[in-house]
């Protein structure tokens, strides 16, 4: 017991003052035990569960609620929505606003754009972060800590700040209306540099010297050696990229003029304009938008949420 | 182990062979990787043969129809147009980028403000310089009211396709039961709304309600346009006018104190024109000529049931109907200008106006509209047979009344520095409305009623005097408001007009010299390219550099990035910031203005001032980042627990995670809708929390925590990702060794949890506060950005955080160096920020 406490409070000296964990009471003296035996300790388990499921369970629903009436306004007919009186359920399911959407947007189209966008950014991450994070991780080079902090500083400048010299930059290489001016700043993130740089200088050095000796080029240590053991950190950041660009929305919006080069949430936002009064196609937007999303969420949930949170716990 | 350290230590000074492979495999990895984003560069604009024409319009049947058209003139003239659409929401900043970066259309459709402030900076043209003769003839053609709008110091700027007004709707069945007429003059409105609201039917007034470009028609039938100039030439505001006040108290009145609905949806405000259920339908209401065809459309047999006539007139004022409507303009830039001129000919000649009529009258549903066409001819006895067309029947009311009118449409002059001025009016009337909603429901809730029952006592006379006490109040504040904004405004209009006289004129005059010339900016691209050459040098000649070569390869396109996309950008963002820049003129053009942007930044009494935006920054951070921590603290805590069917409800909990804010954003609008149908005024007023509906987005005091509300919702999810991960970590035998000495789940909370995720914690408190400095998209969709009228960042700018005014100086305003001076500002303030924030990781990480 002693030593469990012990244990316990050299992980969390915090815990130092309290007297419970040591076995004590208020004043001091060993606990009796059998007073907690009053209960048994299934029920009050199950009285505690029974709990959490409620309370999850209401404010789930609660939170749940923008998507619902998203998916309900979206089925709603024009009669329907005339209503004066408020419904929370649908009668005649109308697939009208849909319809409405395909027709009068280049939906499907900005799909095939955002895709295009959203994959050029994530392949150059993929590339070229884990090769700098190796760089910075594996060789040692004149100027190696100083470029990497010179880097890690310039991720603390936000990137709002950038948008009017961006701006005239992009206007004097010719790039506005098209894909480069969201591409290519965005082509090797530096947290993701640094994100590689943690993980690979976990892989052990035998590995690649190994293959130094061996005669086998960097290249060659790098695609065949290093970025095998890579599989999470590749996953994190071809999601956490990709996801990125899929749902970035000022660039697109400065730098796009055509309406036939428009990313997904750039045609989502014009919905406000154009079926400004027609709250189901405004839905309609809204759910094709989220659908997909929400579908690839549910397969690939794990591995999801593991790049968010890999993204946070890597300082 | 220390042998192996030693050896890596070491093994650095290796030669890294750079061979054969690493060429070839570099040199296709290049390859392959401009293949790809070549094959995306394919979407630039095509700048062939056809007259480019961008046609703005909220559906895509309108540029079907300015195709159908294009066709048309091709058989006729043999010149080809191409037609590209554009919505409304954004045409401003399209057009302007598209002109700063030197590649407009030949020619394309705008709004009435648009020209004048484009041709003042060389980006239309004018058209009575460029086209003469040719220009008289057509703008012969046009009601002459509509032209003033588009002249500046002699030039115009653009033409009119088509006008639209306001229209009073009423149902002519209740009006008959009632022994109502309709209303001629303006007492005889107010009579009118009186007796309707006293039998328990609304007023609505539904487009342009509070909005400041459509004071017009309140103020001009008493001569007064806001902005006028002198005789002496000077920029004049008719502010401080008792009748100006008036007219736009009368406004306010007509605007906030009748109840309107607030729907969104034009659905819903038709059917509550239509319907008979007292306390629910609106039995006049004020909206745009648009609309005879949607309420066709919705109910084919109510034709009976309803009529329109013209805006009344003011009773000692002129009959003016006062219009909106859309511009022709041509670019300076276009080689084609003939060509688009003809063009634009075309679409004012009468058969393509005809066309256009059937058209808009042929869609369906809300997208069938009537618009008003300002070519004379359409409206001749000749064409008598074109409008007895049967199909032309669903609009029959609506162009009765234009035919009316068309006489006394009328427009004014623009000035320089209009957009600012109309900006700080627009607060005014915000500001207005906020109150006048307050002081009618305050007053409503001293007698224990809601707002509508109140308003029906008020039209039956229950409280005499009370109505009036409170125009009084509205009218004491309008006064306070207009004295105390009226030496701002003309300081900016002053301003505008003299930067115009001495800056911008002599610019637009002499373009071609200043495309000539070259800037420190320039020169800028000379000392990058210099740089990147002498590393490429260096590295390839010294020899421990050299040695290293590959390595310094593996790292060249981050930093390569970082320097071309931040650090330089930072340095020329700083040069702009010192200077006035307006970025449709050349670069060179750029003048030092020293330390005026950020002097002006720190003044309270300029209206896009950093103080302000920072102050609702830090308001915004301040509850967003506790609130969404203990939140997600709380869920983290019960999803920990082990749970039947963790994946289903990690689901649920973590989906907002991967949707964009933009689609959440468009579900928010709906959710905060003011009417009481609204689904969360709905729920509340279910619940009894409140007795009226609240104006969620429409109020200024209220729209931050509407943001506040979707971001906390929307940011809850990784959040609580963060902190489940690390509670995950904390080894549960510490749980169990606490649970066998008796602790309860408070003692485990405090004592193991808490500090077990303190990592996570200060990650998600450091973030939240970076994160909320950066907040936008959230901002710009609530505040109705990509709506009718361009952006606008909440009432009363309510919603003018940090980026929300960069983007607004930068890319609506297009004053690059005040914008660049902002950032400036943001930039130490986030600097700050970060300092502290390392400090606190540094405490984060007690060990190693």
């Known amino acids: 017991m002693a030593e469990v406490a012990e244990q316990k409070i050299k992980t969390y000296p915090l815990l130092a003052g309290d007297r419970r964990l040591q076995g004590l009471d208020k004043e001091g003296r060993e606990r009796d035990k059998t007073e907690d035996q009053t209960f048994t300790r299934q029920t009050v388990h199950r009285w505690k569960m029974g709990w959490v499921y409620a309370v999850l369970g209401i404010s789930a629903l609660l939170l749940a609620l923008p998507f619902y009436y998203m998916v309900l306004t979206t089925f709603k007919s024009v009669e329907e929505l005339a209503a004066l009186e408020l419904s929370f359920w649908i009668k005649n399911p109308s697939l009208e606003a849909l319809r409405q959407l395909l027709d009068g947007t280049i939906y499907l ?48 400048i936000p990137g709002s700040i950038l948008l009017v010299p961006n701006f005239l930059l992009a206007r004097d290489l010719g790039w506005i209306n098209t894909y480069w001016p969201l591409i290519v700043p965005g082509l090797a993130s530096v947290f993701f540099v640094f994100m590689s740089r943690q993980f690979i200088s976990k892989i052990p050095n035998d590995l690649i010297q190994a293959a130094r000796v061996d005669g086998c080029s960097e290249p060659r240590i790098f695609f065949q050696i290093i970025l095998p053991c890579c599989r999470p950190l590749l996953a994190s950041i071809g999601i956490l990229s990709f996801l990125g660009a899929w749902n970035s929305f000022i660039g697109p919006m400065i730098y796009l003029l055509d309406e036939q080069s428009y990313t997904t949430p750039l045609v989502i936002s014009m919905l406000q304009g154009r079926f400004g009064n027609q709250e189901n196609v405004q839905m309609a937007g809204s759910l094709l938008a989220i659908l997909p999303a929400l579908l690839l969420f549910f397969v690939f949930q794990k591995q999801i949420v593991n790049s968010f949170a890999s993204s946070g716990l890597k300082e | 182990m220390r042998a192996r350290l030693n050896y890596l230590r070491n093994a650095p000074s290796r030669k890294v062979k750079m061979n054969g492979f690493l060429l070839s495999f570099f040199r296709r990895a290049m390859l392959a990787s401009l293949f790809t984003l070549s094959a995306l560069g394919l979407v630039s604009p095509l700048k062939a043969e056809p007259v480019q024409f961008w046609a703005v319009g909220n559906g895509i049947e309108d540029s079907i129809m300015f195709r159908e058209l294009a066709a048309r003139f091709k058989s006729e003239s043999g010149i080809d147009v191409q037609v590209t659409p554009l919505s409304w929401g954004n045409f401003g900043q399209k057009y302007m980028t598209s002109m700063a970066a030197g590649m407009p259309p030949d020619a394309g459709v705008a709004n009435l403000g648009s020209p004048m402030e484009w041709g003042s900076v060389g980006g239309v043209v004018d058209f009575r310089k460029s086209f003469g003769a040719e220009f008289d003839v057509l703008s012969q053609q046009f009601f002459p009211g509509t ?163 013209p805006w009344p007139k003011a009773d000692e004022g002129k009959a003016v109907n006062v219009i909106g409507g859309t511009s022709y303009v041509i670019f300076e830039a276009s080689p084609r200008k003939d060509a688009a001129f003809a063009w634009l000919r075309f679409l004012n000649s009468v058969p393509s106006q005809q066309f256009m009529i059937e058209h808009r009258l042929a869609r369906v549903g809300q997208a069938s509209a009537f618009n008003i066409p300002p070519v004379r001819g359409v409206w001749s006895e000749e064409q008598g047979a074109f409008w007895a067309k049967p199909m032309l029947k669903s609009a029959e009311k609506v162009i009765n009344v234009a035919r009316q009118i068309t006489d006394t449409f009328v427009t004014v002059e623009s000035l320089k520095g209009k957009q600012d001025v109309d900006h700080i009016e627009s607060k005014i009337l915000d500001r207005m409305g906020t109150y006048a909603n307050e002081l009618l429901t305050s007053q409503a809730e001293e007698h224990n009623l809601r707002r509508w029952p109140y308003i029906r006592a008020l039209a039956q006379g229950k409280f005499p005097g009370e109505r009036e006490s409170i125009l009084e109040a509205l009218r004491v504040r309008l006064r306070a408001e207009y004295a105390a904004q009226t030496p701002l405004a003309l300081a900016k209009v002053r301003y505008a007009m003299k930067s115009y006289d001495e800056d911008y004129a002599p610019i637009v005059d002499n373009l071609a010299v200043y495309e000539g010339k070259t800037n420190v900016l320039d020169q800028m691209k000379w000392v990058l390219a210099l740089l990147f050459l002498a590393a490429a040098i260096l590295i390839a000649t010294v020899r421990p550099l050299r040695r290293n070569a590959t390595s310094y390869l593996f790292i060249a396109v981050p930093i390569a990035l970082s320097l071309v996309f931040v650090l330089i950008p930072m340095v020329v963002s700083l040069y702009l910031s010192f200077t006035e820049y307006h970025s449709v003129l050349p670069l060179a053009s750029a003048k030092w203005v020293g330390l005026k942007h950020y002097i002006e930044s720190f003044q309270l009494s300029d209206s896009d001032n950093v103080i302000v935006s920072i102050g609702k920054t830090f308001v915004y951070v301040a509850i967003t980042v506790p609130l969404g921590i203990v939140l997600a603290l709380m869920f983290a805590a019960l999803l920990n627990n082990p749970l039947k069917g963790q994946r289903f409800w990690r689901f649920l909990y973590f989906s907002p995670l991967i949707t964009s804010a933009v689609s959440v954003a468009l579900i928010f609008t709906q959710l905060y809708r003011e009417s009481s149908l609204g689904w969360l005024n709905a729920f509340f007023m279910k619940l009894h929390l409140i007795n009226n509906p609240i104006q969620f987005l429409k109020d200024e005091k209220t729209f931050l925590y509407c943001v506040m509300g979707l971001a906390i919702w929307h940011g809850l999810a990784f959040t609580i990702l963060l902190f489940l991960a690390g509670l995950q970590q904390i080894p549960q035998q510490l749980y169990k060794a606490a649970e066998i000495d008796g602790a309860g789940w408070r003692e485990k909370f405090w004592h193991i949890s808490l500090p077990g995720i303190r990592p996570q914690l200060i990650f998600v408190a450091v973030m939240g506060l970076i994160g909320g400095f950066q907040v936008f998209e959230q901002i710009y969709m609530l505040g109705g950005g990509s709506g009718y009228f361009g952006s606008k960042f909440g009432p009363n700018d309510a919603g003018k955080t940090m980026v929300p005014l960069i983007y607004d100086l930068g890319f609506e305003q297009f004053k690059m160096g005040r914008a660049s001076a902002v950032a400036y500002i943001l930039f130490v303030v986030i600097f700050a920020f970060t300092l502290v924030q390392m400090r606190l990781f540094r405490q984060a990480r007690p060990e190693n």
């Open chain 2, 147 to 309: 032209l003033p709008q588009f002249e500046f110091r002699g030039h115009l700027y653009g033409i009119p396709t088509e006008l639209v007004t306001a229209m009073l709707y009423y149902r002519q069945d209740l009006f008959d039961k009632l022994g109502l007429k309709a209303p001629k003059t303006w007492s005889e409105l107010d009579r009118v709304i009186q007796k309707l609201e006293a039998a328990g039917y609304h007023f609505n007034f539904g487009w342009t309600r509070g909005e400041q470009w459509a004071l017009y028609y309140h103020t001009l039938p008493f001569g007064k346009s806001g902005l006028y100039r002198d005789a002496a030439g000077e920029p004049q505001l008719d502010w401080l006018d008792p009748a100006y006040q008036e007219a736009v108290l009368h406004a306010i009145d007509l605007w906030h104190l009748h109840d309107s609905f607030g729907d969104g949806s034009a659905d819903r405000t038709i059917g509550r024109f239509l319907s008979d259920e007292p306390d629910q339908s609106i039995g006049m209401m004020v909206d745009g000529n648009w609309l005879a065809g949607s309420i066709q459309n919705l109910a084919p047999g109510a034709a009976e049931k309803w009529n329109v006539v």
């Open chain 1, 109 to 156: 189209r900005s799909v095939w754009n955002s895709l295009l966008v959203s994959g050029a950014i994530t392949i150059g991450n993929l590339l070229f972060c884990p090769l700098a994070g190796y760089a910075f991780a594996k060789h040692r080079f004149p100027g190696r800590e100083a470029i990497f902090y010179f880097l890690l500083s310039t991720m603390m």
